[in-house]
């Protein structure tokens, strides 16, 4: 399994670019909000991807425990397959 990792906002420290969307199989988004900007932005590159809202409030700091803990347990249950939803 491969990750990466990066941002819809004009600040963030990494992108996200249409390289990253066409490499992803599954397309995890903090809120609903990220999902909106992702469909807005990328449209058509994400047939036939999975996007996973995770539902986590987008206001925690890089590599916070809290953020870590809720990222593997909701994501976690999608990365088993790529079937699964």
């Not at 996200?16 to 809120?31: G, P």
């Not at 991807?49 to 890089?62: A, E, T």
């Amino acid at each position: 399994m491969e990750t990466d990792s990066a941002g819809l906002a004009d600040d963030a420290e990494t992108r996200l670019s249409a390289e990253q969307v066409q490499w992803a199989d599954i397309v995890f988004v903090m809120e609903k909000r990220h999902r909106a900007k992702l469909q807005r932005e990328f449209g058509r590159r994400l047939n036939g991807k999975r996007i996973v809202c995770l539902d986590i409030p987008d206001k925690y700091q890089f590599m916070d425990p809290e953020l870590v803990a809720l990222i593997e347990l909701r994501a976690g249950k999608h990365l088993g397959s790529s079937k699964a939803q």
